[in-house]
């Protein structure tokens, strides 16, 4: 079985920019989430979705950053316009719902984001 | 309030050394989940082990062992006869229940390097 998919690996933009990230879940997943990841901050929980829809957006750091999620199978994550301390490793991870609670969250590789 | 404390940043042991990394963790939920995710040079985050706040047993799955205290609010991870290969950056993690009661929200510690030398 194929695990989270994330595209691009590897994002180079120049600030100002539109970047949009994109995310794969595990199939037959029902949450998604994507996080953050910088030096600074760690790791941070930016969104989560169940069975498409945002659960909790607490965590988008203000109105530059978007989430969609369209479908089971696919979620973008967009940024515009982007600025340099936007830069960061973004990751995408989804579970299974459990009758009880939470399961575990399982990892894409991430796609590294440099705004110049 | 919840947080999650990996109070070493980094830690370097010669192969073959045992090595424990700690992880205290804050929360005032009742029913909480506590998770141990290892992140590698090459970047991706390998899920290891979850473990829920009713179930104190320590687990070992071959070298890798936790020890989960609820009165010290700790859960230590311990790497026997370290290799190379564990080299890595290990982050704890705390679920938080969301407004609909589910655990899906996690916090991270802020990791501990772990470098094994040979």
């Known amino acids: 079985d194929a695990g989270v998919i994330q595209s691009p690996r590897h994002e180079v933009t120049e600030m100002g920019q539109e970047v949009t990230l994109r995310c794969k879940p595990i199939s037959g997943h029902d949450y998604l989430f994507w996080y953050r990841q910088t030096m600074m901050r760690g790791l941070e929980l930016l969104i989560y979705?169940?069975?498409?829809?945002?659960?909790?957006d607490s965590g988008m750091p203000e109105d530059r950053f978007s989430a969609k999620m369209p479908n089971a199978s696919f979620s973008t994550l967009k940024i515009q316009p982007s600025e340099p301390r936007d830069s960061a490793v973004y990751f995408c991870?989804?579970?299974?719902?459990?009758?009880?609670?939470?399961?575990?969250?399982?990892f894409g590789p991430g796609t590294r984001l440099t705004v110049l | 309030a919840q947080k999650v404390t990996q109070a070493q940043t980094e830690i370097s042991v010669v192969e073959k050394e045992d090595v424990t990394l700690d992880c205290v963790y804050e929360?005032?939920?009742?029913?909480?989940?506590l998770f141990w995710y290892k992140q590698p040079p090459s970047g991706e985050l390998v899920f290891l082990i979850r473990r829920n706040s009713f179930d104190e047993q320590n687990e070992i799955s071959g070298r890798y062992s936790w020890n989960f205290q609820k009165s010290t609010s700790s859960f230590n991870f311990t790497i026997t006869a370290s290799q190379v290969v564990d080299s890595a950056v290990y982050f704890c993690a705390l679920s938080e229940a969301d407004s609909g009661g589910s655990n899906y929200k996690l916090t991270f510690g802020k990791g501990t390097l772990l470098t094994v030398n040979p």
């Open positions: 991870a989804s579970s299974l719902a459990q009758s009880v609670s939470t399961d575990t969250q399982y």
């Open positions: 929360t005032r939920d009742t029913t909480y989940y």
């Open positions: 979705f169940n069975n498409n829809v945002p659960i909790d």
